[in-house]
């Protein structure tokens, strides 16, 4: 089956520093990985499209400046949360689409296990 | 508007009951219905996937329905298990390269 994970699993860090989150496919190639964040109790709230190769697309009410994303290569998507601050603190979480259908037909996404940031 | 509702919100059963989940969607033109598992602080781990020509699909004690004509789905869990306690998300794709429209999910409590 497909495999994405993310690195790293959790992070604490002071008010003001950034803190970077790696994402890969491991087992496919994604020319298109998501970014969500997830508050407690809440669903997942879409960020940014991260497409390999190009700019991200930001949803509405995402600052790209502080969210920055880069997707280097099929198999890797960063998001680097800059100068971070408690409120940035939550549940992150990436996918990856098989676009290529290589594990699956039904061009699915599949997600990472999560990263916990808390800022103090 | 595209939009997924759920229900239950919650829903507490006992050990070895069955117990079925309801998702209702408006989101158009239709591609594909997910039903997740999410655990506490992981990520959702798929469960299902059906387009609009499946109208049921299983993956051993999990069982969804799909009616693309009233535009309803449900997650039918058969014998639960203590490690069922999770939420439950289900997840509709639009046609094209359009945003997965997510449900706020069910949280289930499998209890001895």
């Known amino acids: 089956g497909a495999v994405v994970s993310q690195h790293p699993s959790w992070v604490i860090c002071k008010s003001g520093t950034s803190v970077k989150i790696e994402c890969r496919s491991l087992?496919?190639?994604?020319?298109?990985m998501f970014w969500y964040r997830q508050f407690p109790k809440q669903s997942l709230m879409l960020m940014a499209t991260s497409n390999e190769g190009s700019k991200a697309t930001y949803e509405q009410g995402v600052e790209k400046d502080k969210f920055l994303i880069n997707h280097a290569s099929l198999t890797l998507s960063t998001l680097t949360v800059t100068s971070a601050h408690p409120e940035d603190s939550s549940f992150y979480i990436c996918?990856?689409?098989?676009?290529?259908?290589?594990?699956?037909?039904?061009?699915?996404?599949?997600f990472g296990p999560g990263t916990r940031l808390t800022v103090l | 508007k595209n939009q997924v509702e759920q229900s239950p919100q919650s829903l507490i059963i006992l050990e070895g009951k069955n117990c079925t989940l309801q998702c209702n969607y408006t989101v158009s033109p239709f591609s594909n219905l997910r039903w997740y598992k999410q655990d506490t602080g992981r990520g959702p781990v798929s469960l299902t996937i059906?387009?609009?020509?499946?109208n049921t699909k299983s993956n051993g004690r999990y069982t969804a329905t799909l009616d693309a004509d009233t535009k309803q789905s449900s997650l039918h869990i058969t014998a639960s298990q203590l490690s069922d306690s999770a939420s439950y998300i289900c997840v509709v794709s639009a046609q094209g390269n359009t945003p997965l429209v997510f449900g706020k999910g069910t949280r289930l409590s499998v209890i001895a």
């Open positions: 059906m387009t609009f020509s499946e």
């Open positions: 996918s990856a689409r098989d676009s290529r259908g290589s594990v699956s037909s039904y061009n699915e996404q599949f």
């Open positions: 087992d496919f190639q994604a020319t298109t």
